[in-house]
């Protein structure tokens, strides 16, 4: 239909038809890379949740396959995670056949409707055939509901140190550690975060993992964890915490906590639409990169977003990094390398007059709705910058950089279709500075309905949706200050 081809996104993942929500078991196996994801495959809103499937060579382009995971008599599949059991320590292997085995949350319809409180628990279930086929575990569920609501998004990894899987789970507003030798017998081993990060909503979809600190030798843990609502600008999004685990607990690092007590919560992403993303596992050592996806959409008004067919996307696969500076901890995210392998017709200019710049992308015939576009803005004074995507019709989509109020912004209020949720844009969304920015790299990624903004490699993040009534197709950098410059732009059209 119409719709269809106006906001199907052209290099983001989507369903071909009906609702999906939160990233599941990602894994890599043999060069290919897995993504599950809740699923209801009989309609276009949130209903009883299925693991959808695909799969990709290149992190860009996704494959849809059969559905992994129906929902049982047990309960509905909620979010999990999935490992490649090298060593068989489940047993669920043959014949020198590694197991994958996903671990997952069944949510007990009845059980919720009778008002009670244990209808989440955790299961498991295993694959032979490198993820495309699934058996449930006979004996789940594994992990009993120990009295607590929401007790849920299990994510799995293998402790290497203590020979071990440890679960990060997402439990009411804290996150609960547990062990296994075999991932079927579980040891509950601590608890975490009462008192630290922002808890005005439920906490989900937990992630701990392990990274270097960029130029040092120093390893640190970082720990993802989505809550709902309360984001820095409103419904869904995802905090993190830097610190230290030991195989039993994770303790916050001592600088991060006094982070914790300047901002309350630090957040991967200060738009309003990167929810319950996890990282991959099963990255080889020699590829070593932090891989995640987030489900691009926000709770306000995931159901309500005007696309048929189908409903939600994904954000672009990115690469985390964990770096010190300024004494302070970052989580980093920028795009997947393995985007630069689609750009096609590139141009390169070295410093560009902003007056300059329409005809510039004119001139290249460039397709706004599958844009990569880098530049730096450089000897920025305390005034605004605004880099403004618009359409004759009056659409328009602002990333502002306000050196006065120091803060980054992104402004959908004007973006086209905005009145099918009335939390949709209530307000421009923004990220307050620690000081104002005199010379800065911007990278902006857009698709059909989508804006992905990386500032300076990835120490802030911005990722927003939007439906415009007809395509974005002019641009332009405006600013009060006629003295700031426009230098290393590249622009590339991404073609698949
Ligand atoms: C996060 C979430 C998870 C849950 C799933 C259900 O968006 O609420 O906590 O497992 O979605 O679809």
Redesign the pocket.
Known sequence: SEDELKYRPLFHFTPKNNWM??PNGMFYLNGKYHLYF?HYPDDNV?GP?HWGHAVSEDLINFEEQPIALYPDEIGLI??GSAVVDYNNTSGFGTEGKAPVVAIY?Y?NMEGEKRGDIDFQTQGIAYSLDEGMTWTKYSENPVIKNPGIKDF??PKVFWDNENSKWIMSL?AGNKIMFYSSVNLKEWKFESEFGEEKGEHGGVW??PDLFPLKVKDSEEYKWALLV?I?PSGPNGG?ATQYFIGDFDGHEFTIDDKFSEQLDENKAVWLDYGRDN??GVTWSNIPDTDGRKLFIG?MSN?DYARDVPTYKWRSTMTVPRELNLVKKNNQYLLKSIPVKELNDFKSKTIEKDSIEPGELSNFFETAEIDFNRLNLEFNLKHLKENEYQIIFNNRNGDSLIIGLNNNSKTIYLDRTKSGKVDFSEKFAPNISRVKLSDMINDAKFQILLDKTSVELFVNDGEIVMTELFFPNNPLDQISIISDDSDFIIKNLVISELNF
């Open positions: 929500n939160d809740q949130w949740m909620f979010s949350t949510h849920r998004d997402a989900e979809c989505s709902n869904s929810y319950a489900w709770w």
